[in-house]
């Protein structure tokens, strides 16, 4: 095979084709390296000596469905430069790889398309090499993300796998990319995450979180000048579970047995939104009369239906006045779930004012952490916890229209 083709088909330069052989399955293309083009590995200096040579066999791009071996002697240069002996570079594979450039790009394009199995499969290697492979992409293109220009950031925690192994994942709510996850919960888990950020003098101006103790005090210690939001879907979602809590007593609550087997079943029922209940099956029905049969629950109820109003304030004076309205009202209604659900607002106040300073959430999270819970339903890279990170890094790299 001649020089021209080598490099027309392959992009080889500096070779010239010795035969051409086929062995279970695999053509091998024997190569020999032009002496003319000998140069140092270290200092590219062409005053070289030759000192034998060693084999190697390199895999690239198959032809036709079949795989394709590359073999040739590699030369160990002496370099009368700098005086070092070592072995010729090999333009198209880095040392001590068994693939070329192109089998990599190769191997890359698919895996967008197709999984790590199915790549090996297709590309006729082992399943560990498309990994290994894929594994230094990531940690050369994502595995440590750029933090200087980090303004919002987003932090939540999911369980995965069994045993519920916890993970911290912390989003850039500008860029939507996930710059860091670490082992664990809480305030600890968030510790590496904060030497990098002090490294690149990043500038925080917002952070959102749910009303965990322990993210309050670090942002409280560590990002005194940032503006510390409670993501408000958690916020609703508490006073859902206090509405829950309060729901198992609904049925002894209710007046005579006719009102018990009224009430029975519906605590999901009143839950649901008066705009997402089902009226073929019967929904809004059932929800009018719950709430006619049970004047704590209609109360309760209308108080979550106007606590929802919060977020709609047009500014941060309106939306104190509003709350604080809404805390006193709840106190005097002598409802246990509205007075608790009172005293937990008051208590994180400033934080849950801070979304109409900075309207922000937790929301893009969402997204990220139902692709983790997918990956680590794959067999693949799960137990491997350095590979489950990457893959974590490079899964939501688009940007999306942020809050406010």
């Not at 860091?180 to 904060?194: E, M, S, Y």
């Not at 000048?225 to 007593?249: M, P």
């Not at 704590?296 to 709350?323: C, E, I, N």
């Not at 779930?337 to 005293?343: N, Y």
Request: charge should be positive; glycine fraction near 6%.
């Amino acid at each position: 095979m001649s020089s021209t083709v080598l490099y027309r088909a392959f992009g080889f330069r500096q070779y010239d084709g010795v035969r051409t052989t086929t062995a279970d399955g695999v053509l091998t293309l024997h190569l020999r390296q032009d002496p003319t083009h000998d140069r140092c590995s270290y200092c590219q200096s062409p005053d070289v000596i030759r000192h034998g040579a060693e084999e190697r066999t390199v895999r690239t791009v198959p032809i036709g469905g079949k795989p394709v071996d590359l073999r040739l002697p590699v030369p160990r240069l002496g370099c009368r430069n700098c005086g070092r002996i070592r072995p010729a570079a090999i333009r198209f594979a880095r040392p001590f790889r068994r693939v070329t450039h192109a089998f990599g790009r190769d191997a890359r394009s698919l895996r967008s398309h197709m999984t790590i199995p199915a790549v090996a499969d297709h590309l006729q290697v082992g399943w560990d090499s498309i990994k290994a492979l894929f594994q230094r992409h990531l940690h050369t293109h994502v595995a440590q993300p750029k933090l200087k220009k980090l303004k919002r950031l987003a932090i939540d925690e999911i369980a995965i796998g069994h045993g519920h192994r916890d993970l911290t994942i912390v989003l850039d709510l500008v860029s939507g990319a996930v710059v860091f996850v670490g082992q664990g919960k809480g305030a600890d888990a968030l510790t590496p995450f904060r030497k990098r950020r002090t490294a690149w003098h990043a500038k925080i101006e917002a952070v959102a979180t749910d009303m965990s103790p322990a993210y309050t005090l670090a942002i409280r210690e560590h990002l005194p000048r940032a503006i510390h939001v409670f993501d408000h879907f958690r916020v609703v979602k508490l006073f859902h579970d206090r509405l829950a809590t309060f729901g198992r007593a609904w049925p002894r609550a209710a007046e005579g047995p006719l009102g018990q087997k009224l009430l029975k079943g519906t605590r999901w029922l009143i839950l649901k939104n008066p705009e997402n209940l089902d009226e073929t099956k019967g929904e809004r029905t059932r929800w009018e009369e719950a709430l006619r049969s049970n004047q704590p629950l209609a109360t309760a109820y209308d108080m979550k239906g106007a606590f929802r109003h919060f977020w709609d304030q047009p500014s941060v004076a309106a939306a104190t006045r509003f709350l604080d309205d809404w805390c006193r009202r709840a106190e005097a209604s002598k409802r246990s779930v509205l007075e608790k659900m009172a005293g937990t607002v008051r208590m994180h106040r400033q934080g849950v004012l801070n979304y109409h300073r900075c309207p922000i959430s937790t929301g893009p999270l969402e997204g990220v952490n139902n692709k983790i819970r997918t990956l680590q339903r794959q067999a693949y890279g799960y137990r491997d916890h350095e590979f489950f990170h990457l893959r974590i890094f490079a899964l939501h790299r688009a940007k999306y229209v942020p809050l406010g």
